[in-house]
């Protein structure tokens, strides 16, 4: 029996991690074990998730499996955008230009700023009274 190849990649995003497996295919994409649409809920962020295979109109030649964990639905969305941005440049390391010019290759690095003490946010103060 031969062994289809995959290409294996981890995106990052906020406190989101997804590890990401790409392999040919018919364009099939889970997300721990659930279809992408029913998974993500709201359209724009599976719009955001195809973006690196419509940049490379390859939509309909991977599957993608993926498993995600930690953050919110932003954040995971973000993190699997990236894993599978990193995936295709293993599959072809002639896309990782078109990839990088459209942004798809940066891990973003905003991350939620922490609590000061003294203060009821991390911007957030107390209301002053001067009386």
Known sequence: MEQAVEYCATGRRKTSIARVRLRPGTGVMTVNGDPLESYFGRE?????IRQPLEQLEALGK??????????GMAGQAGALR?????ALVKTNEEV????????????????KERKKYG???ARARFQFSKR
Request: charged share 30%; aromatic share 6%.
């Open 44 to 48: 724009t962020l599976v719009m955001l």
């Open 62 to 71: 991977f599957d993608v499996r993926a498993r995600v964990c930690g953050g």
């Open 82 to 86: 990236l894993g599978i941005a990193r």
């Open 96 to 111: 990782r230009p078109i990839l990088r010019r459209a942004g798809f290759l940066t891990r973003d690095p905003r991350m």
């Open 119 to 121: 203060q009821k946010g």
